[in-house]
């Protein structure tokens, strides 16, 4: 079954202690993207990521770091992270036809 | 950066009510625009797309969207809802010579039945 997954599906965590959200898919998309979904404000992209070894900033990446080692996963790093992260965050891959696919989501609790 | 507006945030409809979701972009090149919808508890969801040709597009659920290009619009409607369409709808733009994808902040529907 064509997937994307995300683990942890749910985190709380204090503030400055690092984590990862790992993402992955199983449908060879070369695109790869992460996007914080936060009430009234709608879905944001954070970094997307053309192909191996190519990210990019979206509209809000302070904060985040993304890698692309290998063409299957794109995890989301938080070096330090504060309060104002906690969110939904979607990992996301874009097929052929531009046809966006979405993973279940991580909530995020940053305390 | 590009804007995407969706000027309902919420709408309550009854069964078999008509429905229409306004979404307006700021970019003037070519655009490729989505619908996506977020069931409660689930992620998103492709409803339809538009990228070329007829501004009228069909989606999945009985769902259309209709561009149109002077208005930079790119509206939502369903002539008879069901309680199962009760979700967030979401528009997006994708520019055609970025990579970036813009989501408006979100439509939130509640049918009751």
């Known amino acids: 079954e064509a997937q994307v997954t995300q683990n942890p599906r749910y985190l709380i965590t204090v503030t400055g202690k690092k984590l990862t959200v790992t993402c992955s898919q199983n449908m060879n998309h ?13 879905l944001r992209q954070i970094y997307y990521s053309m192909n191996v070894e190519v990210t990019d900033k979206g509209d809000v990446p302070e904060g ?17 992270p504060s309060p104002n992260q906690t969110s939904l965050y979607f990992c996301a891959t874009l097929g052929d036809l531009n046809e ?9 609790t940053v305390l | 950066a590009q804007s995407v507006s969706q000027h ?15 979404c307006n972009y700021s970019y003037g090149g070519t655009v490729n625009l989505f619908w996506y919808v977020q069931y409660p508890g689930q992620h998103l969801q492709l409803l339809l797309k538009y990228f070329s040709g007829d501004p009228l597009v ?8 209709e561009f149109i290009k ?5 509206n939502l409607r369903k002539p008879s809802v069901q309680w199962s369409d009760t979700a967030e709808y979401f528009c997006a733009v994708n520019v055609n010579t970025g990579n970036q994808f813009y989501f408006g902040t979100g439509t939130s529907l509640t049918v009751i039945p």
Request: net charge positive; hydrophobic share 35%; proline share 4%.
């Open chain 2, 70 to 74: 002077s208005k930079f619009s790119f």
């Open chain 2, 58 to 65: 069909k989606g999945i659920k009985g769902f259309e969207a």
């Open chain 1, 100 to 108: 966006q696919f979405f993973g279940p989501g991580t909530r995020l």
């Open chain 1, 30 to 42: 070369e695109y790869m993207s992460w996007y914080r979904q936060d009430p009234g404000l709608g």
């Open chain 1, 64 to 80: 985040y770091k993304v890698s692309r080692k290998e063409k299957r996963n794109f995890p989301l790093i938080l070096e330090s």
């Open chain 2, 8 to 22: 309902n945030h919420h709408v309550i409809l009854s069964e078999a009510a008509s429905l229409e979701l306004g």
